[in-house]
C-alpha cells in the first residue's frame, strides 16, 4: 500500500535551516509529484511547491524563493524539504502529499504523509 | 495569487441530516479544456487531510457516495446528503488551476 513516512519534530532557532524527509513507498516513485503543504497555526494550508523525482521538475512558490530547495534519493525513495533562514512565521506542521492526478489531467493530493511540526523559538 | 473563500466557516449539524460548503474562487477555475481544476479535502482532528473529490465532483476511490461535489468557473459546492458522526472535522476546498495552488480557510463541521 502507498505509504508516505515523514520524519520527526523538530525545534529550531531563528535563522537556523530545517530538513524534513518524506519517505515513500508502495508505488513507482519517479512516476509521482511529491508536493509540500504547511500549516501554520490558525493559517489556511499553504502549497510550498513540488519536485517530480522521475524527470526533477521542479516548481517552488514565490513565496518561498530562495529560501526552500527540494531534492530527492531515488534508491531510498526519499523527498526532502530543506528551508533556511527560519523565522517564527515558519513554525507550523509541515506536510508530504503525492500528487496522484496526473493521469486525470489534474492535480490532487491521494496520500499525504503524517506532518512534521516545526517550532522556530529562541 | 487565486483566492479560494468557504462558507460558512462552521456549521452543526444533527446526524442523518443534509450539509453544505460553499466555496468561491478569485478567477474562473475553468480550464482550457472544460474541467474545473478544484478539489476537497477533509482533515478530521489530529490526522492529515484526506482528498475527498477532485474536478469539481468527481469522487475519489472509496469516498462514500454521499459526498457530492458540484459548481462550475468560480462557485462550487461540497454537500454531504446524510451527515454521519464520522464526517466531523475541517473541509478545504483547492484549487490547482494555477500555482501556487491554495486552499480554501476551512469550514468547521461538528456534530449537533
Not at chain 1, 17 to 35: L, N, Q
Not at chain 2, 74 to 89: N, P
Not at chain 2, 93 to 98: G, K, N, S
Request: contains cysteine; proline residues 5%.
Amino acid at each position: 500500500q502507498v505509504q508516505l513516512v515523514q520524519s520527526g519534530a523538530e525545534v529550531k532557532k531563528p535563522g537556523a535551516s530545517v530538513r524534513v524527509s518524506c519517505k515513500t513507498s508502495g508505488y513507482s516513485f519517479d512516476d509521482y509529484a511529491i508536493h509540500w503543504v504547511r500549516q501554520a497555526p490558525g493559517q489556511r494550508l499553504e502549497c510550498m511547491g513540488w519536485l517530480t523525482p522521475g524527470n526533477n521538475n521542479l516548481k517552488i512558490s514565490e513565496k518561498f524563493q530562495g529560501r526552500v530547495t527540494f531534492t530527492k534519493d531515488t534508491p531510498a525513495s526519499t523527498v526532502y524539504m530543506d528551508l533556511r533562514s527560519l523565522t517564527s512565521e515558519d513554525t507550523a506542521l509541515y506536510y508530504c502529499s503525492r500528487d496522484g492526478g496526473w493521469t486525470s489531467g489534474t492535480t490532487f493530493f491521494d496520500y499525504w504523509g503524517q506532518g512534521t511540526r516545526v517550532t522556530v523559538s529562541s | 495569487d487565486i483566492v479560494m473563500t468557504q462558507s460558512p466557516l462552521s456549521l452543526a449539524v444533527i446526524p442523518g441530516e443534509p450539509a453544505s460548503i460553499s466555496c468561491r474562487s478569485s478567477r474562473s477555475l475553468l480550464d482550457g479544456n472544460g474541467y474545473n481544476q478544484v478539489s476537497w479535502y477533509l482533515q478530521r482532528p489530529g490526522q492529515s487531510p484526506q482528498f475527498l473529490i477532485y474536478l469539481s465532483s468527481t469522487r475519489a476511490s472509496g469516498v462514500p457516495d454521499r459526498f457530492s461535489g458540484s459548481g462550475s468557473g468560480t462557485d462550487f459546492t461540497l454537500k454531504i446528503s446524510r451527515v454521519e458522526a464520522e464526517d466531523v472535522g475541517v473541509y478545504y476546498c483547492m484549487q490547482v488551476l494555477q500555482a501556487p495552488y491554495t486552499f480554501g480557510q476551512g469550514t468547521k463541521l461538528e456534530i449537533k
